[in-house]
């Protein structure tokens, strides 16, 4: 570790581009993650590119949770698990990502040193590297702690076609595993309402699950079902694919203490974000063998069937557990700000 960082917490100095701001990036960041040119830009090579019919893949996201840290991850933890998420469900082998953090004045270096641990070791977990990234400092009340935009590359094989508008009437949907984790664990850490759980967040990087879908059935389409819940994946998939995508109450992965949560404080657990969870759509013949690869990884333990794509108006409904059908809409307006 780098001694020549003895601040405490982060100053406007360490922003201004002299020794001080050196002296954070070297000791928090680049001695953590290890980038292999310290140049202004990664130079990036691999055996995945040169495969011919082989697509690039390329994506961004922003991350704002609060709080920062919770039960089952942080803000560096979801940085890195949402992108290769990304990245992931069009069918890509995530590859490379870059970290760029806002931060406020007065933020505690402790806790950038968590937070940056926590992103290393999700990278290597998930198989990604991290090789560029940014520090800006802001002043107190400009931010709240730090914020983290983070980008993903990676490559798509030649035989992989992963895409809403490809579900066909008779499709089966798969979920990976219980729906509203990350949420309800959210707004518990929160402290607003008094809400006592043992809820983790189901912040995971689905790379290995993905590949493991891949290689054993063709995958027609794959969301990652984060801001919006299930519910808001499923009715884009709808609309891109020109279907009725119809859901099974009975079948889905709800946790009791989720369940409770949203009863107590009326909300719908359909729409609670999720950071460890995929929807996925096969054909109906692979549906078995599809659940089995997924079965085979540990963040597919719980994997589900919890409906099907029928032709009609595209919309998402829900046969109900009392027998009756009501339509599962898209989210309107935010049940719970700043969840990732």
Same mark, same amino acid.
């Given at each position: 570790?780098?001694?020549?960082?003895?601040?405490?917490?982060?100053?406007?100095?360490?922003?201004?581009?002299?020794?001080?701001?050196?002296?954070?990036?070297?000791?928090?960041?680049?001695?953590?993650?290890?980038?292999?040119?310290?140049?202004?830009?990664?130079?990036?090579?691999?055996?995945?590119?040169?495969?011919?019919?082989?697509?690039?893949?390329?994506?961004?996201?922003?991350?704002?949770?609060?709080?920062?840290?919770?039960?089952?991850?942080?803000?560096?933890?979801?940085?890195?698990?949402?992108?290769?998420?990304?990245?992931?469900?069009?069918?890509?082998?995530?590859?490379?990502?870059?970290?760029?953090?806002?931060?406020?004045?007065?933020?505690?270096?402790?806790?950038?040193?968590?937070?940056?641990?926590?992103?290393?070791?999700?990278?290597?977990?998930?198989?990604?590297?991290?090789?560029?990234?940014?520090?800006?400092?802001?002043?107190?009340?400009?931010?709240?702690?730090?914020?983290?935009?983070?980008?993903?590359?990676?490559?798509?094989?030649?035989?992989?076609?992963?895409?809403?508008?490809?579900?066909?009437?008779?499709?089966?949907?798969?979920?990976?595993?219980?729906?509203?984790?990350?949420?309800?664990?959210?707004?518990?850490?929160?402290?607003?309402?008094?809400?006592?759980?043992?809820?983790?967040?189901?912040?995971?990087?689905?790379? *290995?699950?993905?590949? &493991?879908?891949?290689?054993?059935?063709? /995958?027609?389409?794959? $969301? @990652? +079902?984060?801001?919006? %819940?299930? !519910?808001?994946?499923?009715?884009?998939?709808?609309?891109?694919?020109?279907?009725?995508?119809?859901?099974?109450?009975?079948?889905?992965?709800?946790?009791?203490?989720?369940?409770?949560?949203?009863?107590?404080?009326?909300?719908?657990?359909?729409?609670?974000?999720?950071?460890?969870?995929?929807?996925?759509?096969?054909?109906?013949? *692979?549906?078995?063998? &599809?659940?089995?690869?997924?079965?085979? /990884?540990?963040?597919? $333990? @719980? +994997?589900?069937?919890? %409906?099907? !794509?029928?032709?009609?108006?595209?919309?998402?409904?829900?046969?109900?557990?009392?027998?009756?059908?009501?339509?599962?809409?898209?989210?309107?307006?935010?049940?719970?700000?700043?969840?990732?």
């Amino acid at each position: 570790m780098n001694k020549m960082l003895r601040d405490e917490r982060v100053t406007l100095s360490h922003g201004g581009g002299g020794k001080a701001m050196r002296d954070l990036i070297q000791s928090v960041f680049t001695d953590v993650f290890e980038p292999e040119s310290s140049e202004d830009q990664a130079r990036l090579m691999s055996d995945a590119l040169l495969e011919k019919g082989a697509k690039l893949a390329f994506t961004t996201d922003s991350y704002v949770v609060t709080p920062v840290e919770f039960p089952g991850g942080d803000i560096g933890k979801i940085a890195v698990c949402g992108t290769v998420n990304d990245l992931a469900v069009g069918g890509a082998k995530p590859l490379w990502l870059s970290a760029a953090f806002i931060i406020e004045e007065g933020t505690e270096i402790a806790l950038l040193r968590r937070i940056v641990a926590s992103m290393k070791a999700e990278a290597d977990k998930a198989g990604v590297k991290i090789v560029t990234g940014d520090t800006k400092v802001v002043g107190r009340g400009s931010a709240d702690q730090v914020f983290i935009t983070s980008s993903g590359v990676g490559v798509i094989p030649a035989d992989r076609d992963i895409r809403a508008d490809s579900i066909q009437d008779g499709d089966v949907a798969i979920v990976n595993g219980v729906l509203g984790d990350h949420g309800a664990t959210i707004l518990a850490a929160r402290g607003d309402m008094m809400l006592m759980s043992d809820l983790q967040s189901d912040c995971a990087a689905l790379g *290995h699950l993905m590949e &493991a879908v891949c290689h054993a059935v063709p /995958v027609r389409a794959c $969301r @990652d +079902a984060t801001r919006g %819940g299930i !519910a808001s994946s499923l009715n884009e998939m709808a609309e891109a694919a020109g279907l009725s995508i119809e859901l099974d109450e009975t079948t889905l992965p709800l946790r009791a203490e989720v369940k409770g949560t949203c009863e107590i404080l009326g909300l719908d657990p359909l729409y609670l974000a999720n950071e460890g969870t995929l929807v996925l759509f096969v054909a109906p013949e *692979h549906a078995d063998a &599809a659940l089995a690869a997924m079965r085979s /990884v540990d963040t597919g $333990r @719980d +994997a589900a069937i919890i %409906g099907r !794509a029928k032709a009609g108006t595209p919309m998402v409904t829900m046969k109900t557990a009392f027998g009756g059908s009501r339509i599962v809409d898209m989210l309107v307006g935010e049940q719970l700000p700043r969840i990732c």
